[in-house]
């Protein structure tokens, strides 16, 4: 795969699998993706161009494919369930696109063709957020504070782990995401730059709090905040700020801020009443959890991770599912059929991670189920 997290790619039809009690479908399985097809169309071995759910199809793609009755609003691929069987994807011939593709793109197993055919990944629209003084000023975003990387949907990947790699998996709830550092400073004051210039050492001045959703820085101590929202109202209620400067200052940097370097955040999910349509998860209140936490630009592995979120943070970590071996019988085990408690409404899947923090071994699996419950729901997408 050139791309891990492509919607649209080329790729080859690894299995034909018969559907019970059906004349004129069956299964056919590209990388990890299940697509019911006509029966007979291709056999394995067939270069095909593969369409995952929720890529965006521009409406000349699809009418050209004759697809768009099959797509959701918006011209988006979906999960559907037919005879019992997922179909998770489109798939369409390679010569289907013989005008557009270069004899050595058509070629190119794994080539992702997003940009090449104007198809793009569903993501909800952002909501819009004012400063606290109702003006708006050009903000700088902190490179210490960077963005929670974007690991692969297993089915693109389907080969990551086998028997012998320790893993952690745990529960993707449907939420917002959120992150919070203390991380050195983008821009200093005039004092501190007066300091740097005489030669004094900045010390804990050099470093601010930070916070922000998964995108979008949302302020600093140095830039200024937003009006409130669920990320401030998270900050407060776990008292975020203070937790971390008692960890950088007392835990991680044996009260040394050279030994922090770039710093230190928390990336997590918040989750509850108001976050995410029927998704409230039985609560009242907002809520919050870490998965992860990087340290001077590198990520903990996951035992270090779990002990800083809970012993020395406070803060609970994400809910720990298994630890142990992979297998797939395992991995099923935690995505099909599994619902939130005393609801009919189906988990979002799960995160997949090596124990060790090699992020290379980090992949989510999303429940067919959900994906089909959020069509028929009209359920924001955060997968």
């Not at 697809?67 to 997922?86: E, H, I, P, Q």
């Not at 952002?126 to 000023?137: C, D, E, H, I, P």
């Not at 209620?237 to 971390?244: G, M, V």
Request: glycine letters at 6%; charged letters at 25%; one cysteine or more.
């Amino acid at each position: 795969m050139e791309n891990l997290n492509s919607v649209c790619f080329i790729s080859q039809i690894n299995e034909v699998k018969p559907i019970e009690n059906s004349d004129n479908i069956e299964l056919a399985i590209v990388n990890g993706w299940n697509c019911v097809v006509k029966k007979n169309l291709y056999k394995v071995g067939d270069l095909v161009v593969c369409m995952t759910t929720d890529a965006v199809l521009p409406k000349e793609v699809a009418d050209m494919l004759e697809v768009t009755s099959y797509l959701r609003s918006g011209n988006r691929v979906r999960t559907v369930k037919l005879r019992n069987t997922y179909s998770e994807c489109l798939v369409t011939p390679l010569y289907a696109f013989s005008n557009t593709l270069s004899a050595y793109d058509s070629m190119h197993v794994g080539k992702d063709l997003m940009s090449i055919l104007g198809i793009y990944k569903y993501d909800p629209p952002a909501k819009m957020l004012r400063l606290s003084n109702g003006k708006t000023k050009k903000y700088h975003e902190n490179p210490n504070f960077p963005i929670y990387y974007k690991f692969p949907n297993i089915k693109n990947k389907p080969n990551i782990y086998d028997s012998t790699d320790y893993v952690e998996i745990t529960r993707k709830i449907h939420g917002t995401n959120a992150r919070y550092g203390i991380v050195k400073k983008n821009k200093l004051s005039i004092w501190s730059k007066i300091k740097k210039f005489l030669g004094f050492s900045l010390g804990w001045d050099a470093y601010e709090f930070v916070v922000g959703s998964h995108n979008v820085e949302k302020g600093s101590e140095s830039q200024g905040f937003y009006d409130r929202n669920v990320w401030f109202d998270i900050a407060d209620k776990y008292q975020i700020k203070d937790r971390l400067w008692n960890v950088v200052k007392n835990k991680v940097s044996s009260c040394q801020p050279e030994d922090l370097g770039s710093g230190l955040v928390i990336y997590g999910e918040i989750y509850g009443k108001g976050i995410q349509k029927n998704y409230e998860y039985g609560l009242d209140d907002i809520m919050f959890f870490i998965f992860d936490i990087e340290l001077d630009k590198k990520y903990l592995n996951m035992t270090s991770a779990k002990y800083m979120a809970e012993d020395c943070l406070g803060i609970s970590y994400a809910e720990v599912l298994y630890t142990g071996f992979y297998s797939e019988e395992i991995k099923n085990t935690y995505v099909f059929n599994n619902f939130i408690n005393n609801t009919k409404v189906p988990h979002e899947g799960i995160v997949i991670k090596a124990i060790n923090g090699d992020r290379h071994k980090v992949a989510k699996v999303i429940n067919p189920d959900y994906l089909i419950y959020g069509e028929k729901h009209n359920i924001g997408d955060s997968h």
